[in-house]
């Protein structure tokens, strides 16, 4: 396998994001010490590994701060997360 490839999601990808993570977590939603986020209203990264898409990073800022509010890889130990 190749290295990853990390790309910003676009609008266009908006409905494979959600399928991944309904498919992933089993909905779009994530609570987060007591807080509602609907991950779909966040920016996020994907990972892509060829030519497949294999990771979605999603997050919010807050000011100068970045929290991470999901990580979810489909292969093991290829360096995904870490990318």
């Known amino acids: 396998m190749t290295a990853a490839h990390i790309h910003p999601l676009t609008p266009a990808d908006r409905a494979w994001a959600d ?7 089993g909905d779009t939603l994530m ?5 509602v986020y609907d991950l779909r209203d966040y920016p996020a990264f994907f990972a ?4 497949r898409r294999v990771g979605l990073a999603t997050y919010r800022l807050d000011g100068a701060a970045c ?3 999901s990580l979810d890889s489909t292969v093991e130990r290829q360096g995904v997360g870490w990318a």
């Open 19 to 25: 399928g991944f993570l309904r498919s992933r977590w």
């Open 48 to 51: 892509q590994q060829d030519g």
């Open 31 to 35: 609570v987060i010490r007591g807080q």
């Open 67 to 69: 929290e991470l509010l």
